[in-house]
């Protein structure tokens, strides 16, 4: 009976943790996408393939604006398509972060890595001319958001 219960409990933590990253993510598609962007160009340039969230972060001192909760949904997506695995957990290098724990990720199937980024980088491109023609603005990734020159 325990075991059938923690089962239950597991099932219902997992459907309540994909509901809160769905929220989290709302609206914030080309974010994530620039996470994932980000999250592989760090495992794939990475001597061990090796990396954590903070090493796909421009500004490790910048604070997100929105609290980043949506960046869980770069490491899930990926994790769900099989092209990282955990490997272990140590403390965050950001300082908003006071020294909480992140997972370092592992990059298990490098082919599927280099296909998703390439095909990323294709939408990013296609968007970023679509957008350029029609008004030209600059979008820095993953390095905080300016508020009155200073970085929020």
Not at 85 to 97: G, M, T
Request: aromatic share 4%; with cysteine; glycine share 8%.
């Amino acid at each position: 009976m325990i075991a059938q219960n923690r089962g239950t409990l597991q099932a219902d933590g997992e459907r309540r943790k994909a509901n809160g990253i769905s929220l989290a993510t709302g609206c914030k598609e080309d974010l994530i996408a620039a996470g994932k962007l980000a999250m592989l160009d760090a495992l794939l340039s990475s001597p061990d393939g090796t990396a954590t969230i903070d090493d796909a972060t421009a500004d490790l001192s910048a604070q997100f604006k929105d609290g980043g909760r949506w960046r869980g949904a770069v490491t899930r997506s990926l994790a769900m398509r099989r092209i990282i695995a955990a490997d272990s957990v140590i403390k965050s290098d950001r300082p908003s972060r006071h020294r909480g724990y992140v997972t370092r990720w592992q990059l298990r199937d490098r082919d599927k890595a280099l296909t998703l980024r390439e095909r990323i980088q294709k939408t990013f491109d296609e968007k970023s001319s679509t957008v350029a023609a029609a008004e030209p603005k600059q979008l820095t990734l993953f390095a905080g958001e300016q508020e009155h020159g200073k970085a929020v």
